[in-house]
């Protein structure tokens, strides 16, 4: 009767009758380390008596940074702030850690206003700070999860938590949205290398170990003193679970394979006191996580003994049924103690209020839930600690990227390198040889740190945007140069001097969340520019060690079989050295480091594996978990990979997707004026002046739109480029289209076209001032242009420098998502095709 009793408790929101079969499910309980106290408790209950009932609304709510002031912070009592990935004090992508203290202090100082009779209650600002602090120029940038797992240390797991909280607390921050414990299923999740591993024992061991590095131990002194910040287990849960790898999808699996893979996560997290939880955007078996009492309640609070609260993810409780971002009670009254609100968060905390006093949420819930967040922020000591500025090592020099910091990240790399491939026992390198370094990746800061790096995607980023980082090309020229070789750089591996050996890095391009979704596993589909690369040197008869990046194992066959050496280096982070430490040898040839990452997830056979775990049925990886070389064991060659197999995309090219969430590569997005331009990086961009602003925006998803802002009486611009000349003929076929979402939320311009450039003479600029004053405040409608519009020739789309261009005369306001060029689209209007726009 057991499985009854748990089914009923969770009322309306019980497990279907899919989950029922798997039988009884018996939810461990988890005694925290954390200890209750009586006086903490005696102090929740003195808070919570004399709170307000506006007061006690205000605590539940989280707010965006760039959605908040101060002031409001205090006139609704607010309980917290986050910044979203690339979302920055003053929206300063270099802002000091002095500047990141003046806001926290701001904040605080709001929170702790009593001048209109209110409780003095800190705020707490949390943070994604998921592979170090990586909002922060400067920081330690740690290899993404996916590449810690491989190395399978957990006491390095402490050591990198511990690191991570340190630099944290340089700039006043009290809490990371860290660490992600999904137990990532399908690789083609866009998220995949923020997960340890498909095996749940590791993810287990980790969400044990970067909580005590985070947090400190439980019942020693360092549990949560000035050193250390709050830690959350996310995304409870299943969101690695989802079907086909789709970011914020949908679970359809037992409620025993719910405990037994991916709970296995929160259970060493809850061991080790975790003091938050988030909810995951995705659904079990139809029903959205920020909704499900069962999950939330039953399970988490009451089964696993789960003290702490639970914060909600960017606006996920709008996307639960019968609620909106505005209004949710449902969520609260499911267990959500936190919201996290953006843009409308003004008007979720009217509706909460206004439920509160009607009684759909109870007191009753809602003191527990304010109570849950008190209890923390008390354990976290924010009543005695004073100012973010007064507390440990905040604002102090020398600690954010510090050289025993960034030890422990070399280490990391190290650990996390997995050796494919070493035909001839290329590896290690003679130090005393001229090394070609060639590749995208190689003098790449950004693309080896991936997402979640400065900005969200991890986009828009420069190496001087590391200062004090080592690029992979870096460490292997500091290396050689030591033992008095030498390393050439050349990104398309030309050369004037034949070198001895060639190392290529390349990879996958920066990503995050649902922007990363594919369809397979296949590295570079049609294009395969990588591999071309590689073949050029192969041909020339230049051995070739190729160190590939990438955030998932990836179907790489043909690039397996056009190199001598393969090592799959994940995304390492900030300190490239750590590769050259394990390729190069000493000066009498004998390895420095070994290889010691071993793979926390099995590598594919064809590109339709996105799913491959040892449990699977008719689990048959090319490599199999747990797999890797090492210089000490027994060498093999490995043979010929075959690379005709089903699922491989056939050269040429379908739809090109432009801006999906991001701009894709090598695209940049920018805003610009006669007289200036700026690239659209993180959240927001300006051109000098601020005749233009850009913004990312929600549309479907988190930040999935940009909305740009014309200010001035003069010409504007909105475009993209910035990228060398691609041919994108494939997809200028007859009937072929430029599409996009647009809404054109105010237009008062006194013109405006659209237009593409793609080589001399080409380019037509279509005029588009009347639709857009006819679909002024109309919302989102779809919108397709034919390419015979936009240019003279379809022949010079072999030569595409410009995608698209918004020109606009005047003011205006304008939100843009979902932009790429479609074979075949259907004429929304904008023009005649067989007319003949106005020339440029």
Not at 774 to 795: F, I, Q, Y
Request: aromatic share 8%; glycine share 12%.
């Amino acid at each position: 009767m057991a499985a009854v009793a748990l089914t009923l408790a969770g009322c309306d929101d019980a497990p279907t009758a899919t989950e029922s079969k798997a039988g009884p499910v018996d939810w461990p309980a988890i005694e925290s380390p954390v200890r209750t106290d009586l006086a903490t408790e005696q102090k929740v209950a003195d808070l919570l008596a004399q709170m307000s009932v506006e007061e006690k609304v205000g605590q539940i709510m989280q707010v965006e940074i760039q959605h908040i002031s101060p002031e409001e912070v205090k006139v609704y009592h607010i309980g917290s702030v986050l910044n979203g990935g690339g979302s920055l004090p003053n929206r300063n992508k270099h802002a000091t850690p002095q500047e990141w203290l003046a806001m926290a202090d701001a904040f605080y100082d709001a929170s702790m206003d009593i001048s209109d009779g209110g409780q003095a209650i800190p705020i707490i600002w949390g943070s994604d700070a998921v592979h170090g602090h990586n909002n922060v120029i400067g920081a330690t940038l740690f290899p993404h999860n996916i590449g810690l797992g491989a190395a399978n240390n957990p006491e390095l797991l402490r050591q990198i938590g511990a690191v991570t909280a340190l630099e944290m607390r340089v700039t006043g921050i009290d809490w990371t949205f860290a660490p992600t414990l999904a137990v990532a299923q399908d690789d083609r999740w866009g998220r995949t290398y923020e997960s340890y591993s498909e095996s749940p024992e590791i993810v287990e061991a980790y969400g044990r170990a970067m909580v005590e590095g985070v947090q400190g131990i439980p019942g020693t002194s360092e549990f949560l003193d000035v050193d250390h910040v709050v830690s959350t287990a996310k995304h409870f849960v299943a969101d690695g679970g989802t079907e086909g790898g789709d970011d914020q999808g949908d679970a359809k699996i037992s409620e025993q394979e719910l405990l037994d893979i991916h709970a296995a996560g929160y259970k060493g997290a809850l061991a080790a006191g975790v003091q938050s939880a988030m909810a995951s955007f995705s659904s079990w078996n139809g029903q959205k996580l920020h909704g499900s009492k069962y999950l939330l309640t039953d399970v988490l609070k009451g089964r696993m003994g789960f003290e702490g609260f639970i914060v909600g993810d960017w606006n996920g409780h709008g996307q639960v049924p019968g609620c909106t971002n505005a209004s949710c009670p449902i969520a609260i009254n499911a267990g959500l103690d936190m919201f996290m609100a953006i843009e409308e968060w003004r008007d979720l905390y009217k509706n909460t209020l206004a439920q509160v006093n009607s009684g759909e949420i109870s007191m009753a819930r809602l003191d527990d839930a304010v109570s849950r967040i008190l209890r923390v922020k008390i354990r976290a000591g924010l009543f005695e600690k004073g100012r973010p500025s007064d507390r440990g090592a905040a604002g102090q020099d020398g600690i954010i990227g510090q050289p025993a910091h960034r030890a422990v990240a070399r280490q990391a790399v190290r650990e996390s390198l997995v050796l494919l491939k070493n035909n001839g026992g290329l590896l290690p390198l003679n130090p005393s040889a001229t090394v070609l370094v060639a590749g995208d990746g190689a003098d790449n800061i950004g693309k080896q740190s991936g997402g979640w790096t400065i900005t969200w995607q991890g986009t828009g980023n420069e190496n001087s945007d590391f200062p004090g980082a080592t690029s992979i090309f870096a460490g292997i020229r500091d290396a050689l140069e030591q033992a008095g070789g030498r390393a050439v750089l050349s990104k398309d591996g030309s050369y004037s001097e034949k070198p001895d050996v060639a190392v290529v890095v390349f990879g996958e391009d920066p990503y995050a969340e649902g922007q990363g979704d594919i369809d397979t596993v296949e590295f570079e589909p049609g294009s395969k520019k990588s591999l071309a690369l590689l073949e050029k040197l192969k041909s020339e008869g230049i051995p070739v060690v190729s160190v590939f990046l990438s955030g998932r194992p990836l179907w790489v066959n043909p690039e397996l079989n056009a190199s001598d050496a393969f090592v799959a280096a994940w995304l390492p982070g900030s300190e490239g050295q750590g590769v050259a430490d394990v390729l190069i040898a000493d000066a009498d040839g004998n390895p420095r480091h070994d290889f010691k990452g071993r793979l926390s997830f099995s590598w594919p056979a064809n590109p339709l594996q996105g799913r491959l775990n040892p449990q699977d049925e008719g689990y048959a990886p090319l490599f199999p978990f747990g797999h890797g070389l090492t210089y000490a064991g027994a060498s093999s060659d490995l043979g010929v990979l075959p690379e005709d197999v089903p699922g491989v995309a056939a050269s040429g090219g379908g739809d090109l997707d432009l801006f999906a969430g991001r701009p894709l590569s090598p695209w940049r997005l920018f805003v610009a004026n006669d007289q200036s331009s700026q690239v659209i990086s993180g959240y927001y961009a300006q051109i000098p002046g601020g005749g233009m602003t850009a913004e990312l925006v929600d549309k479907d998803i988190q930040a999935d739109a940009v909305k740009v802002n014309w200010l001035s009486d003069g010409d504007g611009y909105f475009f993209m480029g910035d990228a060398p000349a691609m041919d994108v003929s494939d997809q200028a076929v007859a009937g072929a289209a430029l599409r996009f979402d647009l809404r054109v939320d105010s237009f008062d311009g006194e013109g405006a076209s659209l237009s593409v450039r793609c080589g001399e003479a080409c380019s037509r600029s279509l005029d588009i001032d009347v639709f857009l004053k006819a679909s002024n405040g109309k919302g989102w409608t779809t919108v397709s242009v034919p390419l015979a519009c936009l240019s003279n020739d379809e022949a010079d789309f072999e030569a595409l420098l410009e995608p698209f261009r918004f020109s606009v005369t005047g003011k205006a306001s304008m939100t843009f998502a979902n932009i790429g060029l479609v074979k075949s689209g259907e004429n929304s209007g904008w023009c005649d095709p067989g007319a003949s726009p106005v020339a440029n």
